[in-house]
């Protein structure tokens, strides 16, 4: 499945979870549980995260592959975690017959998630509704794609990066702070509709923004985005 059919299922599904005439679910004890993943010595691991509505942090720092906090006060919405061979999974469960939250006031759910910094990664996250905070500067990444329906996002790319990565972003209706790295080359390249672009540090041509170090560091970091309406902020850290 492609980055924009994932899309478009993820808002699907948000749609689905919230628009329910009678809710079958109802908000419990609030619970928090932890999970690691040690991983089995693979050179590389592919990661995906699917959260279809929620708060997500997804940061570097662990000792295993991944350890995880989850906190959530809707029992059925307890995360899924799973890990073979290289491929490790984190999603929010698919329920038929999704629940009305809409007059949660009190519905939570949220992950903290750490994953091993020196492992290389290919990361796939999968976003419906969700506001995400991603500091992914540290992490050894070789490739990033981000799917979003709606939401608020920041998404830390600053850092000293070792090779060249792609990153890709695909959002609906979402509001993005992307902080980049000023001694690394930046390119960006944004397929934008109504949505606003600030990029004050960066030299803009057409639709493509980069800094100064682009084409001078022998790293670039190429952003891809396709983004529906909302607001885009591109930051040079230094």
Known sequence: MNSKNVLIALILFVAVLLSGCNPTLRVGDLQT?????????????????NLGAGDLLVRGGAEKLMEADFTYNV????????????????????????????????FRNEWDLRLHDGTPLSLTLNLGGSNSDLRLAGLALTRLDVNMGA????????????????????????????????????????????????????????????????????????VKMDAGIGWINLDIVE
């Open 33 to 49: 549980e932890s999970q690691a993943v040690a991983g089995d010595g693979a050179q590389s691991v592919r990661v995906e995260i």
């Open 75 to 106: 029992a059925r919405l307890k995360p899924q975690v799973k890990y073979t061979s290289g491929n490790l999974s984190v999603r929010q469960p698919e329920i038929e017959g999704m629940p009305n939250l809409v007059n949660i006031s009190d």
């Open 151 to 222: 939401g608020t996002s920041t998404l830390d790319l600053n850092g000293d990066w070792a090779r060249d990565l792609d990153v890709t972003v695909d959002s609906g209706a979402a509001n993005i702070s992307v902080r980049l790295p000023q001694n690394v080359g930046v390119r960006v390249e944004v397929d934008a509709g109504p949505t606003v672009v600030d990029a004050p540090d960066m030299t803009k041509n057409g639709n493509v923004y980069t800094n100064a170090a682009y084409g001078v560091s022998p790293v670039t970091l190429n």
